[in-house]
């Protein structure tokens, strides 16, 4: 990134509040890390119960993303990360008293890191969407890219002083650092006014909003492919940080100084991924660096594999960190620049699940085969995996990263009706007509393929196309929605992006300068009475009957 690039998030006051907040608790994010993960080294002498806290660390966030995103599209960002925050530092101060007190337990150590996993996984939904609320959008790169390398700034220095306060004072003292670390945060939260937005729509029930999430994925191909890979990536990419205490205590010989130390060089090398990001990426394709990020974790847990030597150790994970940040950030500016604001936050939870999901997937695993074979072969195998990985980027390549106008189209207008509907009303049946020449058969088609995908995309249900068999000319489209509501809402979900689509569709139709659409209220049997009254007079008086 360009200097400029990365100042311009920095000049929004909120923005700025933000990211110095996330900072502060970030590092202590890191000294929790070298705190649990030396605790239950020294406590147990298990190898995968030391990497069980890995995995304890990002189990809730793919258990509970999804539902979290979904509250961060429906609710005030701002307070969801209020509640997060206040979580954290509750289950933080816990740890330490216990830790003080003497009484922590493997399990117990466990189920408190569980507990503040929760809250990370209620707060980063929130944290992710909320960048395109205190940016413009040509201006979401940088954030997410300062984002990345102040995470990663913390991660460099935050081990060692991790590795200093627990060998100095302790493990509780780093889980009481922890705590107090999330007091600028919430302070920065407290400062930040939030845009008040009307919201002309009933809010989403969690369920249909859980729901609305996973379609729009489902109907997003280039989502879906980074997705996948960030599975993967996570999978094989986290041997590294949860195989790092035993690889300080057992194959280097040292103590909490060494393991700070080596976190701190894999952060070293992020932030100068970080650093080189705009460089690789003018210089590579979105695969390309995908590819050098799965090559570069690969390289660098063989090398750790084999070496006995702190100083070389640290050495090759600095290109571990490098891939690290330089594959993670693309993924997440990439989920950010393809989703329009109305599900931003549940798109980035789902990601968000794959991601940690592999990670929590890939900590158990490892700790499981450096238990049964030995360290060393878990980060042989986790290589070859990272190998694997790049090579199926030849059938399965990220999308290139191009921003996308996903602003709300804007167009629509709630239209004039007869029928007293209310927004519960429903179900709601719509009909699009059009007369299309034979010879435009085919581009007809190609269109409409992709017209169903945003209609499926959006909120549409029961979607079919109709040809009349008597006059093959004449097509209809049609779908349901079950309300009126969830029909205003389905068209106000448009973005300019999709307004190519109905441009080409208006231009193929060689009837009416636009495509007649009816909308029409179902009842699948016939009903006792008139269930759906006229508005009053007054309501139709100068309304246009058509």
């Given at each position: 990134?360009?200097?400029?690039?990365?100042?311009?998030?920095?000049?929004?006051?909120?923005?700025?509040?933000?990211?110095?907040?996330?900072?502060?608790?970030?590092?202590?994010?890191?000294?929790?890390?070298?705190?649990?993960?030396?605790?239950?080294?020294?406590?147990?002498?298990?190898?995968?119960?030391?990497?069980?806290?890995?995995?304890?660390?990002t189990?809730?966030?793919?258990?509970?993303?999804?539902?979290?995103?979904?509250?961060?599209d429906s609710?005030e960002?701002?307070?969801i990360?209020?509640?997060?925050?206040?979580?954290?530092?509750?289950?933080?101060?816990a740890?330490?008293?216990v830790?003080?007190a003497?009484?922590?337990?493997?399990w117990?150590?466990?189920?408190?890191?569980?507990?503040?996993?929760?809250?990370?996984?209620?707060?980063?939904?929130?944290?992710?969407a909320?960048?395109?609320?205190?940016?413009?959008?040509d201006?979401?790169?940088?954030?997410v890219?300062?984002?990345?390398?102040?995470?990663?700034?913390?991660?460099?220095?935050?081990?060692?002083?991790?590795g200093?306060?627990?060998?100095?004072?302790?493990?509780a003292?780093?889980?009481?650092?922890?705590?107090?670390?999330?007091?600028?945060?919430i302070?920065?939260?407290?400062?930040i006014?939030?845009?008040?937005?009307?919201?002309?729509?009933p809010?989403?029930?969690?369920r249909?909003?859980?729901?609305?999430?996973?379609?729009?994925?489902?109907?997003?191909?280039n989502?879906?492919?980074?997705?996948?890979?960030?599975?993967?990536?996570?999978?094989?990419?986290?041997?590294?940080?949860?195989?790092?205490?035993?690889?300080?205590?057992?194959?280097?010989g040292?103590?909490?100084?060494?393991?700070?130390?080596?976190?701190?060089?894999?952060?070293?090398?992020?932030?100068?991924?970080?650093?080189a990001?705009?460089?690789?990426?003018?210089?590579?394709?979105?695969?390309?660096?995908?590819?050098l990020?799965?090559?570069?974790?690969a390289?660098?847990?063989?090398?750790?594999?084999?070496?006995?030597?702190?100083?070389?150790?640290?050495?090759?994970?600095l290109?571990?960190?490098?891939?690290?940040?330089?594959?993670?950030?693309?993924f997440?500016?990439?989920?950010?620049?393809?989703?329009?604001?109305?599900?931003?936050?549940r798109?980035l939870?789902?990601?968000?699940?794959?991601?940690?999901?592999?990670?929590?997937a890939?900590?158990?695993?490892?700790?499981?085969?450096?238990?049964?074979?030995?360290?060393?072969?878990?980060?042989?195998?986790?290589?070859?995996?990272?190998?694997?990985?790049?090579?199926?980027?030849?059938?399965?390549?990220?999308?290139?990263l191009?921003?996308?106008?996903?602003?709300?189209?804007?167009?629509?207008?709630?239209?004039?009706?007869q029928l007293?509907?209310?927004?519960?009303?429903g179900?709601i049946?719509?009909?699009?007509?059009?007369?299309?020449?034979?010879?435009?058969?085919?581009?007809?088609?190609?269109?409409?393929?992709?017209?169903?995908?945003?209609?499926?995309?959006?909120?549409?249900q029961?979607?079919?196309?109709?040809?009349?068999?008597e006059?093959?000319?004449f097509?209809?489209?049609a779908?349901?929605?079950?309300?009126?509501?969830?029909?205003l809402?389905?068209?106000?979900?448009?973005?300019?992006?999709?307004?190519?689509?109905?441009?080409?569709?208006?231009?193929?139709?060689?009837?009416?300068?636009?495509?007649?659409?009816?909308?029409?209220?179902?009842?699948?049997?016939?009903?006792?009475?008139?269930?759906?009254?006229?508005?009053?007079?007054?309501?139709?008086?100068?309304?246009?009957?058509t």
């Amino acid at each position: 990134m360009t200097t400029s690039s990365l100042a311009g998030p920095l000049s929004h006051r909120s923005f700025r509040l933000l990211w110095q907040g996330g900072l502060v608790s970030n590092l202590g994010t890191m000294v929790q890390t070298v705190g649990a993960g030396w605790l239950m080294a020294t406590i147990s002498t298990q190898y995968d119960m030391v990497a069980f806290v890995q995995a304890a660390t990002t189990l809730p966030v793919m258990l509970f993303s999804i539902p979290a995103g979904a509250l961060a599209d429906s609710y005030e960002r701002r307070k969801i990360l209020m509640v997060a925050q206040l979580l954290m530092m509750g289950m933080s101060l816990a740890l330490a008293i216990v830790a003080f007190a003497g009484h922590v337990t493997p399990w117990l150590l466990l189920v408190l890191t569980f507990l503040i996993g929760c809250g990370t996984a209620l707060h980063t939904p929130s944290w992710q969407a909320s960048v395109g609320d205190v940016v413009p959008r040509d201006q979401i790169a940088g954030a997410v890219t300062l984002n990345s390398m102040g995470l990663n700034l913390t991660r460099s220095v935050g081990p060692a002083l991790g590795g200093l306060i627990v060998a100095s004072a302790g493990a509780a003292a780093a889980f009481a650092f922890n705590a107090a670390s999330f007091l600028p945060m919430i302070y920065a939260l407290l400062r930040i006014t939030p845009e008040s937005k009307a919201e002309a729509l009933p809010r989403e029930g969690l369920r249909h909003a859980v729901w609305a999430g996973f379609r729009y994925v489902s109907m997003s191909p280039n989502l879906v492919t980074v997705i996948l890979r960030g599975f993967l990536f996570g999978v094989a990419a986290i041997v590294i940080l949860a195989l790092l205490p035993i690889v300080a205590r057992d194959l280097l010989g040292g103590g909490a100084l060494v393991y700070g130390f080596l976190l701190g060089a894999f952060g070293l090398g992020a932030i100068g991924g970080g650093l080189a990001n705009s460089h690789l990426r003018a210089r590579l394709s979105s695969e390309g660096l995908v590819r050098l990020a799965f090559c570069g974790m690969a390289l660098s847990a063989c090398l750790v594999a084999v070496s006995r030597n702190v100083w070389l150790t640290g050495l090759v994970l600095l290109p571990a960190g490098a891939s690290w940040v330089l594959a993670l950030s693309l993924f997440n500016v990439m989920m950010q620049l393809s989703t329009p604001r109305w599900v931003v936050g549940r798109v980035l939870s789902i990601y968000q699940t794959a991601s940690f999901g592999g990670m929590t997937a890939g900590g158990w695993l490892w700790g499981r085969v450096a238990e049964g074979q030995g360290v060393p072969t878990a980060l042989f195998i986790a290589g070859a995996l990272s190998c694997v990985g790049a090579a199926i980027g030849l059938r399965f390549a990220v999308p290139p990263l191009a921003a996308r106008n996903l602003d709300p189209l804007d167009h629509f207008r709630e239209p004039a009706t007869q029928l007293d509907l209310q927004q519960r009303s429903g179900p709601i049946f719509i009909m699009i007509e059009y007369e299309i020449d034979q010879t435009d058969v085919p581009d007809f088609l190609s269109v409409m393929a992709e017209r169903r995908r945003i209609r499926i995309r959006d909120g549409a249900q029961q979607w079919v196309l109709l040809r009349d068999v008597e006059n093959p000319s004449f097509w209809k489209e049609a779908y349901h929605v079950p309300t009126w509501a969830d029909y205003l809402r389905h068209n106000q979900r448009r973005t300019r992006m999709d307004a190519t689509v109905s441009e080409r569709l208006i231009a193929l139709n060689r009837g009416q300068a636009k495509p007649s659409v009816r909308r029409m209220i179902e009842r699948e049997t016939v009903p006792q009475r008139d269930d759906m009254p006229l508005k009053p007079f007054d309501d139709l008086h100068g309304l246009s009957i058509t």
